[in-house]
């Protein structure tokens, strides 16, 4: 299901929390408002941290992950970095990287398979995403923009992409991330798709404006109906009993 | 396109359709990414632009203001009218920065006092979208009397300019012509009032530049001297504003066409020592003159004149008529100054001595192309004239006995007489001052030969503007005609204007038919 909320007036939720399928991060300060609608989903399936990255609020825009680990930029303070690896449950690789892009969350766009990169990405920052996060890198643009990170977001049922991409481009897209894409807006109209919303396999957040067919559409692409937590996490607990 | 200039393969991008984030409808994804209605029902452009004008408006004379103090004269749904008002708006819409697309007039009702004007505007929304959005603006026409209204209403003899034109000759002749070139040009349209007085006529204007105006165009169809002075009205020693009044004295010499005059040596001089008696043919902005004699031919301009001002010997009011006994070609054709003229010697005599008398009178004469034996002529007499003239009196030289000017028709005149012409003439609208003791009769004899020299000059009627006469009536005059086969001269019809005709287009076309051609006259 897709809640609506706003952090301190702000409809970007996407730039102040990151989701994945087995933890949540989310920024301090603001009301506790924000930090209780994503309790309120979230707190019996996976841990909910709140953090600041390298001091900043902008956590969703500064880190990358997904369920096998937690990449972050050369700017984490060491405090920062030994509170998630507390926080984190053991099988998420908390990793920091020294990369000239330090907005990872801008660059990168993964879910738990596929990983999109920024074209200039450096090869060694490519190789430790594979490596941490366990997914196949593709270094692609979005409708023509390099910050793939912020153009669009996508889980393993679906994905969101910047509304001018045309046709062929989303056939491409869709065809290396093995997911079904569709090209839409947030947030009454804006193109910055993954700054607006956050989003994992059963759940999404997206900012205050976000107008009903939005809505509809983000249900539609990331299949939110019919998901229910507890499928997906019994599948986790099942590998992990495996392992 | 550089790619594919390049040499490049570039894939072919279409363009998706996402939906619309309102109403949810498919679309083509823009700026806003909100299909135009919604986008429409969003953001209203027209937001803070003037909907409602005031135009003031003067009944009197149909002008609207334009601040802060000119008057322009402007039609209803006219384009002068819509580029009035838009301007009105440029200054409001730039700051709102918005841009006029299109803009038309929606009928009004004239007597509603309003103008309707529908404008369409653009404006950027939402990072790049450019809406169009097109609405009314009313505009109330309130009325309120421009300046020059209300002056002229308050008073409307109130003239600032005045000019004076006077010629002191015993006739009307010139002044009947210029009222005629005057409505040609269209000279007297700013006249407030014109005034016949005494010996001339009087033209009142509200303002000096008009005035002024009138005066030139004076000075280019007559050979005048004028001066003109002022008089203080009214002084505002605070803003040193004053008010004058000015006049214009114009005085057009007293020589007419056909006049006989001694040239005082003086002029003869200039003019190349032509003999004293000359004949005045052509008088516009200078006069011309000619020796009857040796068809020599003379120009002089105003100032010139003005310099050696002489009277004239004889006017026409005293021409004679006489009868021509034989005629005898001396030189062949010469053409002087564009007319035509062969020198002949004549034996004539004058008709109230035809028949009683034996006085016959040899004489040289510039008519020889058209008089033959047995024609009347109009001609004046030096031989029995009594002439009170210093230079005559001067001259020790030969004086001609006759000197004969034109070829008469009155007797084919006498015919016609009473039936009407087939133009007639329009006149100015003069005041004339009760006071004045005004001679009827003179008038309207007067008024009849200057409608004949109308007839028998092509070149007079050549800046004049003749309009058909509806009550004409062709048959009468046709079976006079028949009778005796002698065509008299008459304006030809191609001449003629329709009266209804208030733009005078002169065609300058070839006369069919001239008063002066062929004609045997059988006694």
Known sequence: MATRLKFENSCEVGVFSKLTNAYCLVAIGGSENFYSAFEAELSDVIPVIRTSIGGTRIVGRLCIGNKNGLLLPHTTTDQELQHLKNSLPDQVRVQRIEEKLSALGNCIACNDHVALTHTDLDKETEEVVADVLGVEVFRQTVAGNILVGSYCAFSNKGGLVHPHTSVEDLDELSTLLQVPLVAGTVNRG????????TVNDWTAFCGADTTATELSVIENVFKLREAKPSAIVDEMRKSLFDS | MMAQDAGMFTVHQTIGSVL???CGIRMQPNAANMCVKCLRSEVDITEGLLKRLVLVHCPECESYLQPPRTWVKLQLESKELLTFCLKKLQKNMNINKVKLVNAEFIWTEPHSKRVKVKVSVQKEVYNGAILEQSYLIEYVQQDHMCESCSRVAANPDQWVAAVQ?????????????LEQLILRHGAAARAVRIKQMDHGIDFYFSNRSHGNKFVEFIGKVAPVKSRSDKQLVSHDSKSNNYNYKYTFSVEISPICHEDLICLPPKAAAILGNIGPIVICTKVTNSIALLDPLTL????????QYWRTSFKSLLTSRQLVEYIVLDIEAVSSEITVGG???????????????????DTQFSIRTHLGHLLKPGDLALGYDLYGANSNDMELDRYKGYIPEVVLIKKSYEEKRQKRRGKPRSWKLKSLNMEVDDKIKVNEDK????????????????????????YQNKDYQPSEVASVTEDDGQPIPSVPDDELLAADLLAAEFDDLDLIEDGDGEDDMAE
């Not at chain 2, 006077?166 to 010139?174: A, D, M």
């Not at chain 2, 309207?444 to 003749?466: C, T, V």
């Open chain 2, 165 to 177: 034109l006077r010629q002191h000759v015993s006739h009307r002749r010139t002044f009947f012509y």
């Open chain 1, 190 to 197: 804006s193109e910055v798709i993954a700054a607006g919303m």
């Open chain 2, 296 to 303: 020599k031919f003379g120009f002089l301009d105003a100032e």
């Open chain 2, 339 to 357: 007319m035509k003229y062969v020198l002949a010697d004549a034996q004539v005599a004058r008709v109230s001595d035809f028949g009683k008398n």
């Open chain 2, 443 to 466: 008038n309207d004899a007067e008024y009849e030969n200057f409608l004949k020299d109308l007839e028998e000059n092509p070149e007079l009627r050549f800046n004049i503007s003749l």
């Open chain 2, 20 to 22: 619309c984030c309102k």
